[in-house]
């Protein structure tokens, strides 16, 4: 059994947000704990309960299950719930019904934290009161399980993708609850789901066709059997629809992976800015529509991945009309996404083989990229636009640098104690001297050995999973980060912890030759 590791980290001003399983723990600019919010613990039981009752129920009566050998002494039952295929397997109480947070977002200004529980399909809103404290402020279950967030430029309205294809639109701050009998005014007249449209069997057979007193009663019965069904999956559907107000905006047809919003000059009034959706999925895919309340109108597709994208980055530093993707190809792909043209590529396998323990590696899942304009003044004094990239499983960040050509170079790689999880800048701002120094946050797997230690007694990510980094010149000084809170999470095995912290390389497509 290990402890949940840091996993996510935020930045709002020189307050630092970390996740560890279901925790939020705040630190200050210098890494000092603050205080911790702690996910609820009744919550957590009505979110595990039907799991919880499914483990205790009897198994089903019926004949023995049919018994093969396995190996020498053993053997196995297939059927009655005795045993479970492979695939079946991973889906009995798993790490999908443990509560964990899975993304960690905030507003420009710091005021509000949005969180993302994926065992219950809850988006959580903070409000933060600048010094590191936390105050809850509503939690909604979304109907299918939300797999990214954004928020709009006003940071009044989030913006929810989820595994289903769906993209919807809540406000921030719930401004009053609807009244429940009723439907809520905003709701859509569509489905607010896909998957939430009914299907209605009937029976072939009519009173025509069937002859005898005996079929006629039993169609008439199959009738009334047929209308309470429906009844009552209405009546169950209407009572799971969430009661806040929500909106669906657009779909694709296949499971989302990354979210951004975009702004560019509208084209009909170039003095007027213009919000853009973009969304990627599984399907390689990357698409811009426009933002509310036009969300029905594509503007167009930035077409040419050849694996599935987890990850969209808008470039900063005035250069927001380039977008940068990656996710199961093997480089990184620079788009101008108004016009959906491809501008360059950079290589990420080639760069990853040269970690050390990575050499034989032949796939690579991108996990985070994480790009800013603060990081190094040259010496003529132009800011310097750096992409940091987090590929999973793999001991090492990738920098490269963004070129006024719109190009991106590969510069270093950055070997670290243990796989990165996440990480975020943290810039530290002297008033009197009137200078600027910024820190690398970054968080990591303690449990696996990283590519920095050449022996097993000089592995420093053994004890801490949450590092500071400083840049002097071309080297990097890591420092670990001591007298870290403990989650209050129960501790968990390593192979279920790796099921929640490793899920991007999950989204490739197995071919016939795997």
Known sequence: MV??????LKVCGGIVFAAQGSDIHSFNSRLEHVSTWKYPQQHAAESTGPAEEAQDSPAPEGPPAKRRKVEDGKDDAASNGQAKGKKAAQYDNPANERPFLQGLYATTDGRYLVAITGCDKTIWVFEHDGAGHLKELSRR???????????????????????????????LIPTTTPDTSSPAPTTPAIPLSRSETPIILRPEANELTVHTKRNLRALENQKISLERKAAREAEQQEQNRPKFEHTL????????????????????????????????????HIRVSR?????????GFCLGHEDFVSRLCIAPGGKEELLIAGGGDDDLLVWDWRSGRLLARA?????????????????????????????????????????????????????????????????????????????????????????????LLVALDPTQK?????????????????????????EW??????????????????AELHKLLYTTEGLRKLTDFE
Not at 142 to 162: E, G, H, V
């Open 141 to 171: 279950a979304m109907p299918k399980r939300p797999c990214a967030l954004t928020l709009t430029r006003d940071n009044r309205t989030i913006l929810s993708a989820d595994k289903f294809g769906d993209v919807y639109a809540l406000p």
């Open 477 to 494: 000084k890591p420092a670990p980060v001591e007298n870290l809170p403990t989650s209050s999470s129960a501790d968990i095995g390593e």
């Open 291 to 299: 933002g509310v309340p036009q969300t029905h109108v594509i503007e």
């Open 3 to 8: 402890a949940f590791p840091y996993h996510l």
């Open 249 to 284: 905006l657009l779909g694709h047809v296949s499971m989302l992976t990354a979210i951004c919003v975009g702004v560019a000059p509208s084209s009909s009034n170039p003095s007027t800015m213009r919000e853009y959706i973009i969304t990627s999925d599984r399907d390689e």
């Open 347 to 439: 290589p990420v396998l080639e760069h990853v083989k040269r970690v050390k323990g990575m050499e034989e590696v032949n796939k690579v899942a991108v996990t985070r990229v994480f790009a800013t304009p603060k990081w190094w003044i040259t010496g003529n004094g132009t800011v310097r636009t750096v992409v940091f990239v987090v590929v999973e499983r793999v001991p090492a960040l990738l920098l490269y640098e963004l070129w006024h050509d719109n190009t991106l170079s590969h510069r270093c790689n950055i070997p670290l104690p243990g796989n990165p999880l996440d990480l975020d800048l943290l810039v530290d701002e002297d008033l009197v001297q009137g200078s600027t120094s910024c820190r």
């Open 450 to 474: 990283g590519s920095s230690a050449t022996t097993e007694s000089e592995d420093p990510g053994c004890t801490t999973s949450l590092m500071v980094m400083a840049n002097t010149g071309d």
